[in-house]
């Protein structure tokens, strides 16, 4: 079982950064790969970034260069650098372990990016 909680969001302007935190619960967290989703508003999910148990990043090719994913095992935490935030870049962030269907997800953080 792991209970993740996202925070961080917030309202930032155009060309602003935040930078999102994933708390999880769990000795275990340390195997697992950690996503960062993207919800626009109306819209289904989207992947925005994962990163590795050794920590490997991967990202979506609309974030590549102004997200950055970084995790700290020691403190059960994973993060999410986003910088040059577009309007497109607005919606509900969530962090999920272990996949999109059987997985474990957080609430989810707000971020709205205005123009």
């Known amino acids: 079982q792991v209970q993740l909680v996202e925070s961080g969001g917030g309202l930032v302007q155009t060309g602003g950064s935040l930078t999102l935190s994933c708390a999880a619960s769990?000795?275990?967290?340390?195997?697992?790969?950690v996503s960062w989703y993207h919800q626009p508003p109306g819209k289904q999910r989207e992947l925005v970034a994962v990163?590795?148990?050794?920590?490997?990043?991967n990202y979506a090719d609309s974030v590549k260069g102004r997200f950055t994913i970084s995790r700290d095992n020691g403190r059960n935490m994973v993060y999410l650098q986003m910088n040059s935030l577009k309007p497109e870049d607005t919606g509900v962030y969530y962090c999920?372990?272990?996949?999109?269907?059987?997985?474990?997800w957080g609430q989810g953080t707000q971020v709205t990016v205005s123009s």
């Open positions: 769990g000795s275990l967290f340390r195997l697992y790969s």
């Open positions: 999920n372990v272990g996949g999109p269907d059987n997985g474990y």
């Open positions: 990163i590795q148990r050794n920590s490997s990043p």
